[in-house]
T-cell receptor, first 106, second 115 residues
Framework: AQRVTQPEKLLSVFKGAPVELKCNYS??????LFWYVQYSRQRLQLLLR??SRESIKGFTADLNKGETSFHLKKPFAQEEDSAMYYC????????FGAGTTVTVRA | ETGVTQTPRHLVMGMTNKKSLKCEQH?????MYWYKQSAKKPLELMFV???????ENNSVPSRFSPECPNSSHLFLHLHTLQPEDSALYLC??????????????FGPGTRLTVL
């Protein structure tokens, strides 16, 4: 079955350290991939999408078709980055990975 | 209020009750969605509506019954639920359904507890 995989359920890093959230997909063709984020007591919201090739809140994500990956990266994590992050694929409907909970410690 | 709103925010119901969840979007979108978010499973798509027509029913039990009277409103009618149905139910909307790179906007969710 086509799906999105986030292998890490929990990720803990120190403030100022780099953070990378892994996402792998198994869709054929040209995938449409997104990262969504859910901060504590806030609604789920779009962080970034691969077609925009943008950097949001210091985060970037590069689509690697050879490795079928769309890892999310930030060179210097901040405490306000603590949240739940979901990788998602949209080919008509959004299919989410299991999510990664990121905790940034001071 | 702008964006996507959901009511109620919290709901506790018995297994024999009938209740409804409401979602309203103020974004002029044509597509609306119901998702289930529980601790044990990733976000699960339940239903997709495009221009008030259901275009996806993701093998959801019949005790969940959606209704989309217009493109701004979406309901989820609940009856004879089970305790394992306790979860956060999220509503979302997007400009169109079936668009590969269309951003979805989520509501705050309804926290449902089935006793």
């Amino acid at each position: 079955a086509q799906r999105v995989t986030q292998p890490e359920k929990l990720l803990s890093v120190f403030k100022g350290a780099p953070v990378e959230l892994k996402c792998n997909y198994s869709y054929s063709g040209s995938p449409e991939l997104f990262w969504y984020v859910q901060y504590s007591r806030q609604r789920l919201q779009l962080l970034l999408r691969h077609i925009s090739r943008e950097s949001i809140k210091g985060f970037t994500a590069d689509l690697n078709k050879g490795e079928t990956s769309f890892h999310l990266k930030k060179p210097f994590a901040q405490e306000e980055d603590s949240a739940m992050y979901y990788c998602a694929h949209n080919d008509y409907k959004l299919s989410f990975g299991a999510g990664t909970t990121v905790t940034v410690r001071a | 209020e702008t964006g996507v709103t959901q009511t109620p925010r919290h709901l506790v119901m018995g297994m024999t009750n009938k209740k409804s969840l409401k979602c309203e979007q103020h974004l002029g979108h044509n597509a609306m969605y119901w998702y289930k978010q529980s601790a044990k499973k990733p976000l699960e798509l339940m239903f997709v509506y495009s221009l008030e027509e259901r275009v996806e029913n993701n093998s959801v039990p019949s005790r969940f019954s959606p209704e989309c009277p217009n493109s701004s409103h979406l309901f989820l009618h609940l009856h004879t639920l089970q305790p394992e149905d306790s979860a956060l139910y999220l509503c979302a909307s997007s400009q169109e359904a079936g668009q590969g790179a269309d951003t979805q906007y989520f509501g705050p969710g309804t926290r449902l507890t089935v006793l």
